[in-house]
């Protein structure tokens, strides 16, 4: 049935009311289906704009392990329309069905169509103008991009024709995008084909391929023209270009071409890993976990790479075996990189990426687009440098080049009349390049914002620099020569726009950024900004501009950040820092609060309190699957320092880079302590939270954050690492404000004997010593034998290791005392009089003892850690379940210690609840409501308590509905999270909604076997 649906979303629009009828009813009655339901009834009603259709259906829904039917009654849907599904009625008593994904994208492709074809809905086209559904692209936030194409009068529209519909997570349509408006010109042409055929050839040099199309240009009323397409060897190599002609006048128009070309960097990755194909004797360099993604010998006529041994490359710089290792590694990046940061499948978003060849040669790089809508037909080529001792092929280049096959592929492709179109696609590969960079963390390539900068490949260091374009002799700012500008200098606006609104223009750390307009910009990070740029390239339409990519950006802010104006204004302010001009811009407000809350009786009890100085506010869950993210990227950067993190290392430098980039995003104040150990340089990351308690009350969380020089140190200590990371991401995302600040640091060189904590403690003066009221250390907290062991070896420290305890009493886990003996990096602050304290999941013992075990379901008379100081310590030797508690038990702590309030200060709060008890059965939904109404002064809700039993939590995905339909995750599933029960106060902000009304928690379970109960759910005012 989900192969059905795929089919309905390659097919063209519906056409008469029955079809329509029909899909609508496939579409959304797909779910558990058997086979396609046979109608009882199909009712239509059709007024004002407005489509309703409903259809009777009898099916057996399929369940696992079961040969139970369940029967579903009638189902609704209204589309209105805007293109909203508004209604989603099930009229059956029994469990409601949820729809899946694909179905999900379904309906939401269904609102498009309804939107581009419908009458009234605010689409503006012309009555000779068709509009066909080409691609439909999920991408994250629940939005949903679905690209259209246009004819006029059945000729094509080559440029500016696309529409571009978007739609969020509740199938709303929530705008669209057109390259023009309506056209008006002739469609008889006066030029003959063979004019407009000689006119192309006197603009690029080859041969034509195929005849001439008469088209259309849609600038103003439209441009009547001929299309050639010429393919041969331009100024700067091979070239298929596309070049326009003037229908009426035979005058040249412009052209784009199909062929990208760049220059890049011969830098070598070094040893890494490669997934091939294959087996003893004759493995292949193809991955079948990417595509099929290969890369061939260009300079043997596009053979394969074939090896006897899966042992590739000697690391010599013109060996082409070792620049195909290097371009291979690096599109294995960028495709991991499209489908972890932005949801994208492959450089077409359908499983398919270019070919690649290595052996160019030329002193270049270029990537070469089919327009066929299918990567897989696409190239992507790399030389060599000018004195032949490199390739051209390091991550930042080869992902630029990938980068110009996401412009192909996304909605407008490539094509354009002006080299600003052009200027724009290469300027996105260098920010695909410098993400790239940022994704794989390489020690030997570091992360930067400088394009191709170690080939060096003319002698003049950088190819570009998109903090200051202008250093390679590129514009920084736009003007109106733009459009006649080459096209790699023309890229640099938007690198320029693009690095302001990562980093800004003074960022600490990095190179200062000139502004055009002379204003300070302050950078919402890369990551962000990434994601912001993607979705704009989401909504681009052939012949793109700067002032429509300004706008399609802006655009896209809104909808990523609907309830804050903060990112909008640094995007909007990056433009005006380059002089791109307004056109049509967005604007954004943030609604004011003015919901209030009270119980409704006789419905769910509420009970308002008033505790002296206010309630303590309860820690939120914390997302295990963020923390083990924090691990694979340790574990990545590991692998590229030949298997390790130690002191000293380019890989401990990584490592900490990494952290330090979370946390400076996330708003904390950082600063990388320097010290020496062993004659190596030693560095501590130290990061304080402002405006967030008094800083001269100080609690402070720490854990080491090397390794050991064999093995890559995942559990010891990638575990407290990435724990307390995610505690501090946490912490600041919250908006948490305690009695006393906090802080969190991040040790080097404890293997060398605690040298980094050693030297921190050393150099704070005595005031500083007595500001920090409690250190708290996390060591090695997710061995896979795991204890819950909890330090008890500072007698100072005793009020931390309650606040620890209590902690894994509210995850319902028997916690254990255990003294470390100054073992671990507590101990220079214990010996400076600071009470200390922390949790581990091992002692000094070396096994598990039988109550152990018993206590803790664990292995007994086996290590805690068999990997520990082994190169075996990867992230397969990691427990998620007590990565997770511990991580959860240092949130818990540090809420209690810094004293975070519950919102509302002395004037108390109002719980409002409802003790309904819901079965949870496999594979079900259950939703239950609390109404909220009264009068009074205006409250918002900030926090929700749930209370679940359920044998495996990770298999439960939970959300709070508001009133209007906002969604609000509380908890996402994991199949790693193998622990009992839910039991959790998440905050969230809900300022910007309306209290009054019905609030729904949404428990879905996602698997079978497992089943449990709703005990009760609170709303927290």
């Not at 209604?87 to 729809?99: I, K």
């Not at 010109?185 to 084909?193: D, G, I, L, P, W």
């Not at 399609?552 to 909008?568: K, Q, V």
Request: glycine share 12%.
């Amino acid at each position: 049935m989900q192969e059905w649906i795929r089919e309905q979303l390659r097919s063209p629009l519906p056409g008469s009311v029955s079809q329509r009828c029909r899909r609508y009813r496939f579409v959304i009655r797909a779910s558990g289906a058997l086979k396609p339901p046979r109608p009882r009834l199909c009712a239509i009603q059709q007024s004002n704009g407005v489509l309703e259709m409903t259809t009777l259906v009898k099916h057996a829904k399929k369940r696992r392990n079961t040969r139970r039917k369940t029967l579903i009654g009638g189902v609704i849907v209204t589309v209105q329309a805007a293109g909203a599904i508004i209604a989603l009625g099930y009229t059956s008593a029994s469990e409601l069905p949820e729809l899946d994904a694909l179905e999900r994208l379904a309906i939401s492709t269904a609102a498009a169509d309804q939107y581009v074809s419908g009458t009234s809905t605010g689409f503006v086209k012309g009555e000779d103008e068709k509009y066909s559904r080409q691609q439909v692209t999920p991408a994250s936030r629940g939005l949903t991009y679905v690209t259209y194409s246009r004819t006029y009068k059945d000729l094509p529209v080559f440029v500016g024709g696309e529409a571009v519909v978007v739609t969020d997570s509740k199938s709303t349509v929530r705008s669209s995008t057109a390259g023009s408006g309506p056209l008006q010109v002739s469609t008889s042409a006066k030029v003959s084909a063979k004019k407009a055929k000689a006119v192309a050839l006197g603009k690029h040099q080859g041969t034509v391929r195929g005849e001439p199309t008469l088209g259309v240009i849609a600038e103003g009323d439209g441009r009547l023209v001929w299309e050639v397409v010429v393919s041969g060897d331009g100024e700067h190599g091979p070239s298929v270009a596309h070049a326009f002609v003037d229908g009426q006048t035979g005058a040249y128009v412009g052209s784009w071409d199909e062929v990208a070309r760049g220059t890049g960097n011969g830098h070598y990755n070094e040893q890494v890993h490669l997934d091939t194909t294959g087996s003893a004797g004759r493995f292949e360099l193809r991955d079948p976990t990417r595509g099929n993604m290969r890369t061939l010998n260009d300079a043997a006529s596009g053979t394969p790479f074939t090896d006897a041994d899966d042992v590739w490359g000697n690391g010599v710089g013109s060996d082409l075996v070792t620049g195909a290792v290097d371009t291979q590694y690096a599109g294995a990046a960028v495709w991991d990189m499209l489908e972890e940061k932005f949801s994208r499948n492959g450089i077409d978003d359908a499983g398919r990426t270019a070919t690649m060849f290595v052996g160019l040669p030329a002193a270049n790089a270029y990537y070469a687009c089919a327009g066929t809508g299918d990567a897989s037909r696409d190239q992507t080529k790399y030389g060599r440098t000018t004195d032949r001792a490199r390739q051209v092929n390091s991550v930042d280049v080869v992902a630029h080049e990938l980068g110009h096959g996401i412009f192909c592929h996304t909605p407008g492709g490539s094509r354009g009349i002006t080299n600003e179109t052009g200027g724009l696609n290469e300027g996105t590969g260098d920010i695909f390049g410098a993400l790239a960079e940022h994704f794989v963390a390489n020690p030997n390539d570091p992360a930067d914002y400088l394009v191709g900068e170690e080939v060096n490949l003319s002698g003049r260091g950088p190819i570009r620099t998109m903090y200051d374009p202008s250093k390679n002799g590129d514009p920084n700012c736009w003007s109106t020569d733009i459009p006649r500008t080459r096209v790699h200098s023309a890229a640099g606006p938007l690198n320029h726009w693009f690095y302001l609104a990562a980093e800004g223009s003074k960022p600490a750390g990095k190179p200062a950024s000139p502004t055009c307009n002379g204003t300070d910009v302050t950078g919402i990070g890369l990551w962000q900004a990434g994601e912001i740029y993607y979705h704009a390239l989401l909504r681009k339409t052939s012949g793109w501009t700067y002032t429509q990519a300004r706008k399609a950006t802006l655009d896209a802010t809104r909808e990523l950040y609907p309830n804050s104006c903060a990112e909008f204004n640094v995007i909007k302010a990056a433009w005006n820092a380059v002089s791109v001009p307004a056109q049509g811009d967005p604007t954004c407000t943030t609604g004011t609060p003015t919901p209030t809350a009270s119980p409704s009786a006789p419905g769910p009890s509420s009970s308002p309190t008033s505790p002296p100085g206010g309630e303590p506010a309860a820690a939120p869950d914390i997302d295990g699957a963020k923390v083990e993210a924090h691990l694979e990227e340790l574990g990545r950067i590991a692998a590229a320092n030949g298997g390790n993190r130690a002191h000293g290392t380019p890989g401990y430098r990584a490592s900490l880079d990494y952290v330090k980039g979370e946390l400076d995003a996330a708003g904390y104040n950082t600063r990388i302590q320097q010290f020496n150990s062993g004659g190596k340089p030693g560095f501590n990351l130290i990061a304080d939270l402002p405006d967030r308690g008094d800083h001269d009350k100080v609690v402070m969380l720490g854990a080491h954050l090397d390794s050991v020089d064999i093995g890559p140190g995942i559990n010891d200590n990638g575990s407290g690492s990435a724990g307390i990371l995610e505690v501090a991401l946490t912490y600041a995302a919250s908006g948490a404000k305690g009695d006393k600040a906090i802080r969190f640091g991040w040790w080097g060189a404890e293997e060398d004997g605690l040298v980094g904590s050693k030297a921190y403690v050393t150099s704070l003066s005595a005031a500083e010593r007595e500001s920090i009221t409690a250190y708290l250390n996390f060591d090695m907290i997710g061995s896979p034998n795991p204890g819950y062991f909890v330090y008890n070896d500072d007698a100072k420290g005793d009020f931390i290791t309650e606040a620890l305890e209590e902690g894994f009493a509210a995850e319902d886990v028997p916690s254990e005392g255990v003294s470390l003996r100054g073992r671990s990096d507590h101990a220079p602050f214990m010996a400076v009089g600071i009470p200390s304290g922390g949790t581990a999941t091992l002692s000094l013992v070396p096994v598990m003892s039988q109550a152990q075990a018993a206590k803790w379901n664990g292995k007994a008379g086996q290590p805690f850690d068999p990997c520990y100081h082994r190169n075996c310590d990867t992230v397969e030797n990691i427990s998620t379940a007590a990565l997770d508690t511990h991580t959860d038990v240092a949130a818990y702590a540090a809420w209690k210690l810094t004293g975070v309030h519950a919102a509302g200060g002395s004037e108390g709060s109002t719980h409002v609840t409802n003790n309904t008890h819901f079965p949870i059965r496999d594979r079900s939904v259950v939703e239950s409501p609390i109404t909220v109404q009264r009068d009074g002064p205006a409250q918002a809700v900030r926090e929700v308590k749930v209370d679940i039993v359920h044998s495996y939590r990770g298999n439960l995905e939970i959300h709070l509905l508001a009133p209007d339909g906002t969604e609000y995750l509380i908890k996402r599933p994991s199949r790693l999270d193998r622990a009992d029960d839910v039991k959790l106060t998440k905050p969230i902000d809900s300022s910007a909604e309306k209290t009054d009304g019905t609030w729904k928690l949404r428990v879905r379970d996602l698997h079978s076997g497992n089943i449990g109960t709703l005990r009760s759910w609170s709303l927290i005012f």
